[in-house]
């Protein structure tokens, strides 16, 4: 059948949803610690159309240059990954309400995919708001976090923590938002780093082992902590352990369980200090915060790459750079990294040459801008 095109579909509803950065707190979500997210301006947007046989859905993405149809009551997964952030969210949906109805979704994207900006969950949380929007399902912004991180879980296979759901979700303009992903609790944070601002490297790098990595890292923690319980059992999570008690537990882990614990505890540490860095416009210390978070997921956490530290490690030689770290689950990516505004042309041209020289890559750069989180930016008759 006709999969709809940009000439024919006039939509009923059109939804943004961007992508974020991560100032700091990596692989933290999970362990039910803390993070440091904003959603940025680059966004995937959905255009929608009800469509008048009620149980088929049709989506077209304008990036893959595909689409596919479903049944809206035979929600399965697919051969095809992209297809299952977006059943997985209509599988998720179907689980809380039987509202959802026939509907054309015509997908464009100006955020990159798998460079560590989650493209993955504005996917899952554009779709989950505008179905909400267009069929009045009356779930609240903490519901469609929820189903769009459990559409990744049970439909992709990443078991990814909440953090990036939530930052698209609950985006503000010109701010930051310390998560606590034990209570959900959070606060807003205006990012106040003029003369200094965020820029990203797009390593152009996505190796293959990110998403069982990334997995691995996570029973890892939860292999660690059990070894911790047993001396500690006030530990719930990661989150309660402190540098003194998993010291006293050294003698009982693995070197390899051990740094990757360590690597959890110290990063929450460190987001809570650059929330303090940023409240105190200590912005050379919320740079060295940069650094240190990138020892750590390198050393400690083994989640960084030749080139990411390519990256980082040459930051240091050029003038106006506070600090730089990778962002998101690794191995490829992008890097974040605080440049005076003066200084930061002449920093983009010199390490694009030297990355080019050394990997035959050519970087891409843009700055990261704070903005808002999902929302209707068209409605037919409105
Ligand atoms: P990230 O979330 O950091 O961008 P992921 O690997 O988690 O990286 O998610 C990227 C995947 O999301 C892509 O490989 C693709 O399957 C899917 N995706 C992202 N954007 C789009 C899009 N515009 N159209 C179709 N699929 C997309
Ligand atoms: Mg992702």
């Known amino acids: 059948m006709a999969l709809p095109t940009p000439e024919t579909f006039i939509p009923d509803l059109t939804v943004s949803a961007p ?4 100032l700091i707190g ?22 929608f159309r009800r469509r008048p046989d009620v149980f088929r859905a049709s989506f077209y993405s304008q990036m893959n240059q595909k689409g596919f149809t479903v049944s809206l009551d035979a929600i399965s997964r697919s ?37 560590g900006l989650s493209s993955s969950a504005a996917l899952e949380c554009g779709l989950a708001f505008g179905l909400n929007e267009l ?8 519901d469609l976090i929820a189903l769009s991180r459990d559409a990744e879980h049970h439909f992709v296979g990443m078991q990814c923590g ?49 998403d ?10 939860e292999e660690g902590l059990s070894i911790i319980r047993q001396r500690f059992p006030v530990a719930g999570t990661l989150r309660e352990v402190s540098p003194e008690m998993l010291l006293a537990c050294q003698g009982s882990l693995s070197t390899v369980l051990y740094n990757r614990c360590a690597y959890v505890v110290s990063e929450n540490e460190r987001v809570l200090a650059a929330v303090d860095a940023l409240e105190q416009g200590d912005l050379q210390r919320l740079g060295a915060l940069f650094y240190s978070s990138h020892e750590g997921l390198r050393k ?24 730089s ?21 002449g920093f983009v041209g010199e390490i694009t040459t030297a990355y080019q020289q050394q990997f035959g890559l050519q970087l891409t750069s843009f700055e990261g801008v704070p903005s808002s989180g999902v929302a209707v930016v068209g409605k037919k008759d409105a």
């Open 300 to 323: 400690q956490y083994e989640v960084s790459c030749p080139e990411l530290d390519f990256l980082v490690d040459y930051t240091k030689k050029i003038p106006g750079v506070l600090g």
């Open 135 to 142: 069929f009045g399902l009356g779930l609240t912004p903490w």
């Open 26 to 47: 990596e692989h933290t979500d999970y362990n039910m610690g803390y993070v440091l997210p904003a959603a940025v301006d680059k966004t995937i947007v959905f255009r």
């Open 212 to 221: 069982s990595e990334y997995n691995l890292r996570r029973a890892q923690c």
């Open 162 to 210: 909440i953090m990036d759901q939530f930052a698209s979700v609950m985006g503000r303009e010109g701010h930051a938002m310390l998560l606590d992903c034990r209570s959900l609790e959070y606060s807003y944070h205006p990012l106040k780093l003029h003369p200094y601002k965020l820029v990203l490297l797009n390593s152009h790098v996505s190796h293959s082992l990110a």
């Open 325 to 345: 770290r990778m962002m998101g689950g690794g191995f490829g990516g992008c890097t974040l990294n605080l440049v005076h505004e003066k200084d930061a042309e």
């Open 79 to 115: 051969a095809q990954s992209w297809e299952n952030y977006l059943l997985g969210v209509l599988a998720e949906l179907s689980k809380r309400t039987d509202r959802v109805q026939g509907f054309d979704c015509e997908i464009e994207s100006s955020l990159p995919a798998g460079s």
């Open 19 to 22: 992508g974020r950065i991560n």
